[in-house]
């Protein structure tokens, strides 16, 4: 909607919503929208597209599948951001920039080829040295020259499913570290773009889940303005993991981070996707919000979608569109929860176990 072909911008029906949001004076966290692409960027740019760890490249459809290393998709990814800033940088109710979306999976690619071994040139500076890190001479696997090192892949030296283990654990472990920052440079690219026009506002990208062996969050952290989360705990998950979660998203940065996402009751991705009992969905937001230091707590979705992959996610306003049901008056509630708490829950910190001298 927002680009409906190349160059050609409509921000029409985002402005009513941006509008519709600012009359009513509402804090909006706004998205850079360049995690979906459309399919005219597919039949006009093939490369943008992934190549999975079969080597098949994929063809229109789904989401989180550019290629980081495709010079297409960061051209046109930066014109989108560009656009998007100026457009909005000086709508004073917009208080966080929103970068791309869950950031994660592999590329394995002709591009991503041609600058891994780039990559690990600038790492390790010869050939020896490389041959020597990840011990080759084992199965005769001594690389000659740079351009004889293949990216991982199914039909090479994959071992175990896409993203763990090849029988070469160093090339396995340098690839996802290259592609990890080949997504951090994304990032930057459009955070650079965002603070051209709006240098205030804080730009943060949403983190989601662990293990994540696709983003290394540590490295990231200091990109981030404010760390931002995803929450979406499986049904039958001890309390621990998703307390072990926030704890994480927290020590990043050492400070309150943004619960971005949530979900108001089921979920429509797990194998069972129950919904939640009373009282549940606020346990578990107070326990990021009181507990470890959430200083946001937004909802995924607004209004249930009409149909689409997510038609059947929880929404704030189910598909009756009614505000008597058990979630809209559950969500309300807390919210006059939080309100209450106001200033006295905002910008906690913890004390710092030190040793004694």
């Known amino acids: 909607m927002l680009e409906p072909e ?13 509008k519709k949001l600012s009359d009513a004076n509402f804090d909006i966290v706004i998205g850079t929208s360049t995690a979906a692409m459309p399919a005219w960027m597919f039949k006009k740019y093939p490369d943008v597209a992934r190549v999975d760890y079969q080597g098949r490249r994929h063809v229109f459809g789904q989401r989180y599948n550019f290629c980081p290393n495709s010079k297409n998709y960061q051209r ?18 917009i208080v966080v920039w929103h970068v791309n979306n869950e950031y994660g999976g592999n590329c394995y690619c002709e591009n991503c080829q041609h600058e891994f ?24 696997h001594t690389i000659y020259d740079w351009d004889e090192i293949v990216v991982p ?12 283990e090849t029988i070469v654990a160093g090339l396995s472990i340098d690839y996802l570290r290259f592609q990890s920052e080949s997504l951090q440079n994304l990032f930057k690219m459009e955070k650079q773009i965002i603070k051209k026009h709006d240098s205030e506002t804080p730009v943060t990208t949403n983190f989601h889940s662990l293990p994540n062996k696709m983003v290394d969050y540590q490295k990231w952290a200091k990109d981030q303005d404010i ?14 993991k998703p307390a072990f979660l926030y704890d994480l998203m927290r020590s990043l940065k050492h400070q309150p981070f943004m619960l971005m996402e949530s979900a108001p009751s089921q979920v429509n991705w797990q194998p069972y996707s129950p919904l939640k009992r009373p009282g549940q969905m606020a346990a578990t937001e107070l326990q990021a919000v009181v507990a470890h230091g959430v200083d946001t ?33 559950e969500l309300v509630d807390l919210g006059h929860k939080l309100k209450r708490a106001g200033s006295t829950i905002l910008g906690s910190t913890i004390n710092e176990l030190r040793p004694k001298n």
Do not use: C
């Open 153 to 164: 892949n199914e039909l090479g030296d994959a071992w175990g499913p896409e993203g763990s």
């Open 227 to 240: 760390i931002s989360y995803d929450s979406y705990p499986t049904y039958d998950a001890p309390t621990y």
């Open 297 to 329: 707590v937004q909802f995924f979705q607004l209004k249930q979608a009409v149909g689409g992959s997510e038609k059947f996610h929880s929404a704030v306003i189910a598909h009756s569109q009614r505000t008597d049901t058990r979630v809209f008056k």
């Open 76 to 93: 046109l990814a930066g014109n989108l951001v560009e656009e998007l800033a100026k457009h909005y940088q000086n709508n004073p109710n």
């Open 6 to 18: 190349e160059g050609k911008y409509d921000f029409s029906e985002l402005d009513k919503v941006v």
């Open 117 to 140: 071994r780039k990559w690990l040139k600038d790492k390790y500076q010869t050939l020896d040295a490389l041959n020597k890190a990840w011990n080759m001479n084992v199965w005769s």
